[in-house]
């Protein structure tokens, strides 16, 4: 496998759209929420600049796990497995429905490493997002390559907080997955084809989206605290989620009031993702 991926870092791309109000009123419906349709002028809340955007690539650029084939903007690794990993996000201004918005995405880093379960490549990919106020969101985005899954049984992930305020349980059946797939435009196979998942990336069952559950974990601060605005999010995938059992999200707001600490937990108190919402000043 190729170890130096220096020619990719710096590589850029562009892409343009226009803040719809129908993927903010979709994602509403998929949380559940009771929220009147989205007019122009809405700001969008964290999170949802993810359902813009979107890579639009032909039925016959797909590559066999549902991704569009590699290479292109991001580097070609070879190893089979991607996953959206974390990341960091700073909410400079509010994006507004109805306006115009342009994303300049650039690769600040790619390294290869060796793991206990074998070769990795990290990729880190800033975005930032302007609108009619001008910068509105920067964003650092990691992704991991991983080779096939190791024979054995897998490493348990460390154990989640216990100390929560708001606690919300999900149920992660496959019509949730694919809703969410279909309001991003993934075509994944891990996310909805069972046998693809199971079969060849050795996976117990479906995988839930990392944006899904980092989208949930802020969904459970906007309900607790309906009037805070997130000024920074950050967020770290730990360990995956499946559709055989239900998981939870948490969270506990800081004794200041300035920052929110959120995660979310496997059924039997496993730690799969561990996220921070700093806050703005009210």
Same mark, same amino acid.
């Given at each position: ?63 066999? *796990?549902?991704? +569009? @084939?590699? =290479?292109?903007?991001? &580097?070609? !690794?070879?190893?089979?497995? %991607?996953?959206?990993?974390? #990341? ?20 600040? *880093?790619?390294? +290869? @490493?060796? =793991?206990?379960?074998? &070769?990795? !490549?990290?990729?880190?990919? %800033?975005?930032?997002?302007? #609108? ?151």
């Amino acid at each position: 496998m190729q170890t130096d991926w220096n020619d990719w870092i710096g590589r850029k791309a562009t892409s343009e759209d226009v803040i719809a109000p129908w993927p903010l009123a979709a994602l509403a419906a998929m949380l559940d929420r009771d929220e009147p349709a989205p007019k122009p002028g809405d700001p969008l809340p964290p999170l949802a600049h993810w359902l813009y955007f979107l890579p639009v690539y032909r039925q016959s650029d797909v590559g066999p *796990d549902g991704h +569009a @084939k590699r =290479g292109g903007f991001l &580097p070609p !690794v070879p190893l089979p497995r %991607r996953m959206w990993a974390g #990341g960091r996000i700073s909410f400079e201004a509010p994006l507004r429905v109805g306006e115009a918005a342009t994303r300049d995405s650039q690769i600040v *880093d790619v390294v +290869a @490493k060796e =793991g206990r379960s074998g &070769p990795l !490549v990290f990729v880190v990919v %800033r975005h930032a997002i302007r #609108g009619d106020a001008g910068l509105a969101i920067v964003e650092e985005h990691d992704i991991v390559y991983r080779g096939a899954a190791p024979a054995g049984v897998a490493t348990p992930p460390p154990a989640a907080p216990v100390d929560a305020a708001w606690t919300h349980e999900i149920e992660p059946d496959p019509v949730l997955l694919f809703r969410y797939s279909a309001l991003t435009f993934n075509s994944h196979r891990i996310h909805y084809d069972r046998r693809y998942v199971t079969d060849v990336e050795d996976y117990p069952g479906l995988v839930v989206h990392g944006p899904l559950i980092a989208t949930l974990l802020v969904d459970l601060l906007r309900r607790a605290n309906p009037h805070a605005r997130v000024s920074r999010f950050t967020f770290r995938a730990v360990s995956p989620l499946f559709d055989t059992a239900p998981f939870f999200v948490r969270g506990h707001p800081a004794p200041d009031g300035r920052s929110v600490h959120l995660w979310a937990a496997n059924v039997h108190g496993g730690l799969a993702m561990d996220a921070t919402a700093a806050l703005a000043p009210a």
